[in-house]
């Protein structure tokens, strides 16, 4: 059996996903190294088997992002953060400096442009409590290693999950790693 | 009320020549008449140095003891250093708090008192003290503490509160302190016997360049901490071509448990401006500069008075001691309570009316310094160490002390120990030596050099106290084996976030950062490789950090992860299932729970 990778994006704008994707023809070797279980990509809604690796893109922004990466953590041998909102909370971590009621009433109740005469603020049973700021994954659970970017260069990802599937310490070049 | 604003900071400031560069004694001076720096007032300074209003502002809002909002007629700064916290800082802060009815950092409605706290106010061997106003409080208790309101609230006036005065020239009507020296060993260099003018008329015998030549060959090294050859710097500033050169004195002693200086200003301020203007002669300067800390403000009057009583008997002014071009005065500049102003190119900066930015180095100071010329920053030590070797000869200086590093070294010892005070050692003394003069009780870690140099245990008690070895500015901060070493690290760390300019990154978000994995540990959260996280942090901070301040401030941290590593090994471990304890999930989403009014329904 091949190893099992998981995917999933918390807090995060699917961008890292599509550094995923630029990987481009490599994606077939890929496929033929590794069995993808929970992802975007396949739409499995939790992971079946125990697997290699589990690649987080984005931080913790509510209550589910953080039962996902439980869940994640609980099966996952490797944990990676992949790319800036998963390692430092990122832009939604903007406003972690802002009282969540002020977030709230900005975003639903008093602002210009917003039409809301019956004052409601989205509170149906389905939709996920937000929490009080936004975390970076590696303070809700321990982290394995970290691709950083924004969004990670697919070389990168490319190296480090080779790396991790035939057992090596993943190294991410110098040039992968500076953007200026 | 506006009229009498506008005439009487226009006098303020017609007083300092409407001088730009004299932006901190102006400011000074508008805090103490009206207890702020109000908006109008930032605005009519501005336009007297004709500069723009946001450099007052800038001024106004770093150094802490400028605020624009308005203090009470009486300001009580309670010292929150570690040692103040050892001798019952808590204590004292709740009596106050409970008597003035106000929390800290607040005025009573009255508008007379306002109660805030400081950071190590250089008194540590006579701790808890406090400063009120200029007024230095000592060997505070909760009971003298609410006396000395009670008395306050009779008559508004800090000088009253002093009735025992404290030896030497604390007791001089000038300064009127009861402030101790607690000077427990005499040495040769510091503390012996002092005849003005003995060391100058030596120096003037000799040219300049055989003045800088002594120095050197003495071995002098700069007794600040950093321990440069003092000769060597003042060679540097006489060959920098320059039309104009300065001889500036760091006496800005802000570094926690540091006291030293404090009685060197006190006892020995002759040999001091000597010693400076030793070194106007030998670099070629016309002008010298005390930097003194705001907290020492209450020397002022004095050492304004021992500078008078030099110029009045030639010893300084024009044509010192009859030699024909060889004019040097010296001023003294106050700071306003910022421990970065300690670095010496934050302190130039302060020195020229600015906020307390260090600046880039290189060039260095004697390169390019104060108002960009030539300039040489020294110790107050280094400058009374300068005047006895003038005096007694380099031979003499260099045959004391360790093999590599000469002389002696005043040191403030406090802490855990029956005796604190200021003791003057050769250097190569060893550690443990110091604990047994200071009779140090139960000692089990001893702070060398304040938090920005190295905490030591037991096995490096055999250590000496010289530069290539256990290097001190002068702090010695002794702990007994009961202290908790990582509550006094994560103390330290506080006050250096606080005390951070703020200019670059990695000091201003890498300390709190740190800080935060030592709240981790500490709190019993921490796991293994956290440890790691902050060696390697710490190593980040160290090694991109703009000046000395960043690059000094993770050293509590890494002093305790080097020297007590198994006291963090003890309090960290694995956890299960690789979740993080300090997270909880329940209490993250209360703020959310409470907007919307109702449970989550999975948690």
Redesign the interface.
Known sequence: MKPRIATCSLAGCFGCHMSILDIDERILKLAELVDFDRSPINDFKHITTRCAVGIIEGGCCN??N??VL?EF??NCDN?VSLGDCAISGGIPALRNNI???EC?ETAYLNNPGIYNPSGI?P?D?EI??????V?PC?????IDYYIPGCPPPADAIWDVLTALLEGRAPVIAYDSLKYD | MKQALEKIVAEICDSFGNDRTRLMDITTAVQRRFGCVSDSAIDLIARAVKTHRVEIESLVTFYSFFSKEEQGKVVIRLCDDIVDWMKGYQQIADALVKELGISIGETTSDGEITLTRTPCIGMSDQAPAALVNDVAVTYLTPERAVKMVRELRKHLDPHQLVTVLGEGNNSNPLVHSMVRNNIRQKGAVLFADFESGTALKRTLNMTPESVIGEIKASKLRGRGGAGFPTGLKWEFASKTKADRRFIICNADEGEPGTFKDRVLLTERAEMLFEGMTIAGYAVGAELGILYLRGEYSYLFSYLNHVLETRKNSGLLGNSIMGKQGFNFDIRIQLGAGAYVCGEETALISSCEGKRGDPKNRPPFPPQEGYMGCPTVVNNVESFCCASRIMIEGAKWFSAMGSPRTAGTKALSISGDCRRPGVYEVPFGTKASDLLELCEAENPGAMLIGGPCRQMIGPNRFGGIICYDDLATGGSIIVFNKARNKLEIAEHYLDFFIEESCGYCTPCRVGLVLLKKYVRKVVSGAG?PQDLDKMLKLSNMIVSTSRCGLGQAAPNPVLGALNNFRELYESMVSE?K????P??D?T???????L????R????
């Open positions: 209550e589910e953080v039962h439980h953590r609980e944990l009282p969540l009621e709230l603020v509170n049973e996920p409590m937000i929490l009080k700021k975390y590696h303070e809700v659970v321990k | 796991e956890r299932h690789g979740l993080q300090d997270f999930l209490s993250a989403v209360v703020d959310s729970e907007f919307v009014g109702r989550s329904l999975y948690v």
